[in-house]
């Protein structure tokens, strides 16, 4: 367990539908990236948040948005889903605003568009 | 924009052979990250690089930082089945983010 939470594990939807991701970081981590994994592919840099706020912005769709809360939990949400948003949603935390000491990574939710 | 290349894509080995993959920056690089992802699995963070011409060893694993802070290599030394996975570098850009590599994956042949 990294200590990082995503749920859920799992999504099935169909095209056009709109669902939310979410995610809890490492007890003390302030920033929350958000990354896309498609299959067999690289790790795409969509958001990430610090403490809140937005602090950088990667290649994110404008169908997808993030925030953060004051609890330091994320949610991305997904709309007008289409078939090639299928891919591993992963969420990683850090203690600071940046990466200084690595990334932990959640285990990701896997969503399939159908 | 920054890019940072990796090679190869992938890499067959049989097990005991030894296994390289570089990572090559158009920029100078803070640090450099290694991470490690299992087949299903998340990427699990290995090891940082700050120091310009650092070497680090973890047991069979040994990483290195270019000079010019613009490279890197991960070696493994006699791979075992464990080791199979996709190695990622990611570099630690002028504005504190990390720019990933496009994996390395490991794969050992039967």
């Known amino acids: 367990d990294s200590g990082v939470t995503q749920t859920p594990k799992h999504l099935i939807t169909a095209t056009g539908q709109r669902v939310t991701l979410r995610c809890s970081p490492r007890s003390g981590d302030l920033s929350v990236y958000w990354y896309q994994q498609s299959l067999d592919q690289g790790l795409q840099f969509l958001i990430q948040y610090y403490n809140g706020e937005e602090r950088a912005k990667g290649n994110i769709l404008e169908r997808f948005s993030a925030q953060q809360f004051p609890d330091l939990h994320s949610e991305l949400n997904l709309s007008s889903l289409e078939l090639g948003d299928s891919a591993l949603y992963f969420c990683?935390?850090?203690?600071?605003?940046?990466?200084?000491?690595?990334?932990?990574f959640g285990s990701g939710t896997r969503l399939t568009v159908v | 924009g920054q890019q940072v290349m990796q090679i190869p894509q992938y890499q067959h080995v049989q097990e005991g052979e030894d296994f390289t993959t570089y990572c090559n920056s158009s920029t100078t690089l803070s640090n450099i990250q290694w991470y490690k992802q299992r087949p299903g699995g998340h990427p699990v963070f290995l090891i940082q690089?700050?120091?310009s011409g650092e070497v680090k060893k973890q047991k069979r694993l040994t990483f290195q930082f270019g000079e010019a802070k613009k490279n890197s290599s991960l070696h493994i030394t006699a791979t075992q089945t464990t080791d199979v996975g996709t190695y990622f570098c990611?570099?630690?850009?002028?504005?504190?983010?990390?720019?990933w590599g496009a994996g390395t994956k490991l794969i050992i042949k039967p």
């Open positions: 990611a570099g630690l850009d002028s504005n504190y983010q990390l720019i």
């Open positions: 990683a935390s850090s203690l600071t605003s940046g990466p200084l000491y690595g990334y932990t």
């Open positions: 690089l700050v120091k």
